[in-house]
């Protein structure tokens, strides 16, 4: 074999830093994509979206010639291990879809060879290893499946790769060693789960569990924001040197490509009966919608929480003390602040700003919207926004956004769900 690994879909934000990190540890990795503009960006040693140290560290794994790139899908055939980054996708009643990954297999199924092990990575529907394997079986060919699900934040992966442990599975010790060992190129241990429908279940179980904690503290926020008190003074008062409390995430959007759908999975798998992910979907979701209305009833100020600084006086509130009018949104400009789905990222997938831009545009008189890192002809320069904004947003706490002071507009009304200008008013003045 040419390869010891082939990915296929290798030039996305699972795939590319998994082959970058096996290459620079030794592993001879093709990254196969039929994204042959993106192919270009890495072949020139740039990574096609942000990714820490990740331009850096693709250099260094080309000028080591252990990574190659490939459009055609020969390389396949050319490979001991093919590791295919497809995952189950919901559709638009949030059920679970495998065609997905046997649409892919179909496709490639000739360029298979008997003794090559195929690892799935993405997050798969319970038993999806299971059948793949019967469907290689089935057709004569012996390809042993593993499922190795990914762990990775996006933006943070080279470095998570080398640190967080991998779960590995397989249907039979010996490929069950053969993932492992390849895997311990770059982890620092593998665990392994006794089935694939074990591991398909904690990558899911990982992903609900974290959307769930998100829903949690966004609904205190609901709560606290109804009742027109400040939350993140609760907040810091149930954490403050109280690590039972240390765990509970702070309100903001919670959104991307994995959470909602890995939770969906979870709930159909479970005849949808899954009551705790489904009501973390609703509180979720519905925090964009939650913002509007707040603003759409011509809340007083304490309704729709906004800027606080600590060295101000915690009622004085930015927007002024008088109550809005009923229906004054549909005579004022919003702005929001970040279109990826969180902060530091360029992934537009799944971002609940693009719901807020939505419902906003239905009830107010215009929405501009603006990003740091995403390309978009649509959106508009932050001064601009900033400029010609009643009500601004902070949908997606860039770290550049803290270089804007609420303050100097003391005429506008700047949302804030994610406590992000208090902090970082807070850390300049201890500097």
Excluded at 160 to 185: C, H, W, Y
Excluded at 326 to 353: H, Y
Excluded at 374 to 395: G, M, N, Q, W, Y
Aim: charged share 25%.
């Amino acid at each position: 074999m040419k390869y010891d690994l082939c990915i296929v879909g290798g030039a996305g934000h699972v795939g590319l830093p998994l082959g970058v990190a096996m290459a620079n540890a030794g592993v001879s990795t093709v990254l196969f994509d039929t994204n042959r503009e993106a192919l270009e960006v890495i072949a020139g040693g740039r990574f096609p979206f942000k990714e820490k140290d990740g331009d850096r560290e693709l250099r260094r794994a080309l000028e080591k010639r252990k990574l190659a790139t490939a459009h055609t899908p020969d390389v396949i055939g050319r490979s001991a291990f093919v590791l295919l980054v497809v995952g189950t996708p919901v559709d638009e009643y949030l059920n679970p879809s495998i065609h997905a990954i046997t649409r892919v297999i179909d496709a490639y199924l000739p360029y298979f060879k008997n003794g090559q092990v195929l690892i799935l990575r993405s997050t798969v529907y319970p038993g999806t290893s299971e059948r793949i394997q019967r469907y290689f079986r089935e057709r004569s060919k012996r390809v042993n499946v593993a499922f190795c699900p990914e762990r990775i934040v996006e933006g943070n992966a080279l470095a998570e790769l080398m640190t967080l442990p991998q779960i590995v599975s397989a249907f039979d010790p010996q490929t069950l060693g053969k993932v492992s060992k390849l895997f311990r190129n770059i982890a620092p241990k593998t665990v392994a789960t006794a089935q694939p429908v074990e591991a398909e279940l904690a990558k899911l179980f990982s992903n609900a569990w974290r959307y769930i904690k998100f829903a949690v503290g966004n609904q205190f926020f609901m709560i606290a924001a109804d009742h027109g008190l400040d939350y993140h003074r609760i907040y810091q008062a149930m954490r403050e040197d109280y690590p039972r409390n240390r765990d509970l995430p702070s309100p903001g959007f919670a959104a991307g490509p994995c959470l909602l759908k890995d939770t969906m999975q979870l709930a159909a798998y479970h005849s949808n009966n899954f009551f705790l992910g489904h009501a973390a979907m609703l509180v979720n979701e519905g925090m964009p919608n939650f913002i509007v209305k707040k603003l759409r009833h011509g809340a007083s100020p304490a309704a729709v929480p906004t800027v606080r600084f600590a060295n101000e006086n915690p009622l004085r509130e930015l927007i002024g003390a008088e109550a809005a009018a009923p229906g004054w949104l549909k005579t004022k400009t919003v702005g929001i602040l970040g279109m990826a789905f969180k902060g530091e990222s360029d992934d537009p997938r799944d971002s609940l700003s693009y719901k807020l831009k939505k419902i906003a545009e239905a009830e107010a008189k215009r929405v501009l919207c603006t990003d740091e890192y995403i390309k978009d002809p649509a959106f508009h320069p932050v001064r601009t926004v900033l400029a010609e904004s009643d009500i601004v947003i902070l949908a997606a706490p860039h770290k550049a956004y803290a270089a804007i002071d609420p303050r100097r507009y003391p005429a506008k009304r700047f949302i804030d769900i994610w406590n992000f200008w208090p902090r970082h008013s807070n850390r300049a003045a201890r500097a």
